[in-house]
């Protein structure tokens, strides 16, 4: 029997509150002071509380039980929006205030996921076709259901924009071994240390608990995932409010990232269209990234990223455990264990006079610098917070970055 999709029904299909998962908020950026306030002043009423709502993309199952999202795949994705709440009593005031470090007790309040409520759930992809005389008819039904999910989506990304008095959205895809819960998590962090002055979006694709043989299914997992990144990309591109999109990706997320940008390119291509017009990509940021340095050379340089993008920022730190091991089990070095000199070695002159391209060396930071150190780290979260609030680049005195040579810089206290 032909199913019939009727994505109002799915509205609050799933719907979660009270959850257990929580973490602690990540230490405060070494950027906020008395001479340099956290940007309250530019944050709307609306958005002047002790959490953080996030509207999220996955393409993974619902598990009852934990009530989140589980490894598992679908063909369906689920958009929605989910709550992280900052505190059990926490203050705006306090989290300001903790924000420029003013933090007598030393310790940091919990983010505690708070609900996870579904927005649309779009029919499975493929979508069914036939040919006819070469030309491709998708099933109409599903097809126009399809069409509603996505119109779903960017109506209520439209809306945060509009609540937010922004045009700008700060997207989030993260790695290996993270789970839903994770992904909002980090980007809450993130959010909330650059000032809020974006609509916060997560791409989420979690993957089984880390292990070797999990991390080789993750690949595949990475892979499953992009025509859906693609659709997501695609339907904020297509927002006319949306003037600006920011992207945040981490460890395997980079590779995930980079292919799923690198086939929009080729079609926006298609379009005789300016391709920053068309993607509407200011900047990519590239943290502890787990993708081979010769697959990143021919992806960013050869496809001519630096078109598309306004400015990538790729950050590296030699002694980065993970990626060791990785580096190992792949035979090759991976992009975010990059050094000067194995950049030159790796790289060339393939990025010399593109200086929207910059690598940001900060093994030479004190503080938290294992996988997670672009979140857990606070000079790394000042680099990134300045980055999104002013568009620095490498050279601006903002960043306090150090060249090193070609398009190298190390970012040290």
């Known amino acids: 029997m032909k199913q019939r999709w009727l994505p109002g029904l799915f509205l609050l299909l799933l719907t979660a509150t009270g959850c257990a998962s929580a973490r602690v908020l990540a230490p405060a950026p070494t950027l906020y002071s008395a001479e340099n306030p956290y940007p309250e002043d530019r944050i709307p009423d609306s958005l002047r ?37 900052i505190g059990q009593e926490t203050s705006w005031d306090s989290l300001v205030g903790l924000a420029s470090g ?3 007790s030393g310790r940091r309040p919990s983010l505690i996921m708070d609900s996870v409520r579904t927005q649309t ?58 789970g839903f819960d994770d992904a909002a998590f980090d980007l809450t962090d993130i959010w909330h240390y650059s000032g809020r002055g974006s609509v916060p979006v997560v791409f ?101 990223f630096a078109l598309a993008v306004g400015h990538i920022t790729i950050y590296a730190n030699p002694g980065d455990g993970a990626l060791r091991l990785s580096s190992l089990v792949s035979s090759g070095l991976r992009v975010g264990r990059s050094t000067s000199a194995s950049y030159e070695e790796s790289f060339g002159a393939a990025f010399l006079g593109i200086d929207s391209i910059v690598f940001v060396d900060v093994s030479g930071l004190s503080g938290n610098l294992g996988h997670n ?41």
Request: without cysteine; aromatic residues 8%.
């Open 49 to 85: 509380l002790p959490e953080a709502k996030i509207i999220f993309a996955t393409d993974r199952v619902w598990n009852e039980s934990t009530a989140t999202f589980a490894p598992a795949r679908s063909r369906a994705m689920t958009a929605g929006e989910v709550t992280i709440r």
């Open 102 to 104: 003013d933090n007598p």
């Open 121 to 178: 759930v779009f029919p499975a992809t493929p979508i069914p076709y036939r040919l006819e005389g070469g030309v491709v008819i998708e099933d109409a039904e599903i097809f126009s259901a399809y069409n509603a999910s996505i119109e779903a989506f960017q109506s209520m990304v439209t809306q945060r924009l509009r609540q937010g008095n922004t045009d700008t959205v700060l997207f989030y895809v993260h790695g290996f071994n993270n």
């Open 204 to 304: 989420s694709w979690p993957t089984v608990e880390g292990n070797l043989l999990g991390y080789f299914s993750a690949r595949e997992s990475g892979e499953f995932s992009i025509f859906h990144l693609k659709e997501v990309l695609r339907a904020l591109q297509e927002i006319p409010e949306l003037e600006t999109i920011n992207i945040l990706a981490h460890s395997r997320g980079v590779d995930v990232t980079t292919t799923a940008i690198r086939e929009l390119i080729i079609e926006a291509r298609g379009t005789g269209r300016p391709l920053r017009d068309v993607m509407k990509l200011d900047n990519l940021i590239l943290a502890a990234a787990d993708i081979d340095v010769a697959v990143a050379s021919q992806r960013l340089a050869a496809e001519r």
């Open 373 to 413: 150190y672009f979140r857990l780290n606070p000079g790394v979260i000042a680099d990134i917070a300045t980055i999104l609030q002013t568009g620095a680049g490498p050279r601006d005195p903002a960043r306090g970055l150090i060249p090193v040579g070609g398009n190298f810089y190390e970012l040290v206290e």
